[in-house]
């Protein structure tokens, strides 16, 4: 039984030496996909547009701030510089639900452009492990700016797989 228990102490480290590691820079990887610039540029003029509506609406709230600041004085009757200031804060409030509403739609259409492409890259990557026979494949890029900062690849002890997940894309 000792030697059993000796044999498999000795045996499980040559195990764990035989799997392979591999690392990639998926930015790198996504950033040359055609999928993805097209995705971006309409992103982009999506975002412009969005901006535009709520610039556009920022100015008509300060055009009728500066109205309701020239007109109203003291001899101004009540019941009109309530009506001014009730006006100016649905005003804001609308340009406060349209910049959330705005945010909420750019996510939305981001999440829908961009999956199909990030879906693209992960069976890639999948393929990449399965034929190399790999037993993790990591992007150091993405493991920095997430909260898993416990986590190093060496690049010297792992494959760069960069060249060969591009071409699985056919890049």
């Not at 540029?41 to 999506?46: D, G, M, P, R, Y």
Request: aromatic share 6%; proline share 4%; hydrophobic share 40%.
């Amino acid at each position: 039984m000792k030697k059993i228990i000796l044999a498999m102490l000795l045996i499980a480290p040559l195990s764990l030496m035989a799997q392979k590691v591999g690392h990639y820079d998926l930015q790198a990887v996504v950033q040359d996909l055609p999928a993805y610039k097209t995705a971006q540029s309409e992103l982009e003029a999506l975002g412009k547009t969005y901006e535009s509506n709520l610039e556009d609406m920022q100015k008509e709230y300060n055009t009728k701030l500066q109205k309701y600041q020239a007109e109203i004085n003291e001899q101004t009757p009540k019941n009109m510089v309530e009506r001014a200031q009730k006006d100016l804060q649905e005003m804001q409030q609308k340009i406060e639900q349209a910049a959330q509403d705005n945010q909420r739609a750019f996510q939305e259409e981001m999440q829908k452009k961009l999956a199909p492409v990030f879906q693209k890259v992960n069976e890639a990557i999948a393929s990449v492990a399965k034929e190399g026979g790999y037993l993790y494949l990591l992007d150091p890029g993405t493991m920095q700016t997430s909260q898993a900062t416990n986590f190093y690849v060496n690049p010297a002890m792992s494959d760069d797989v960069t060249a060969k997940i591009k071409s699985k894309l056919g890049l």
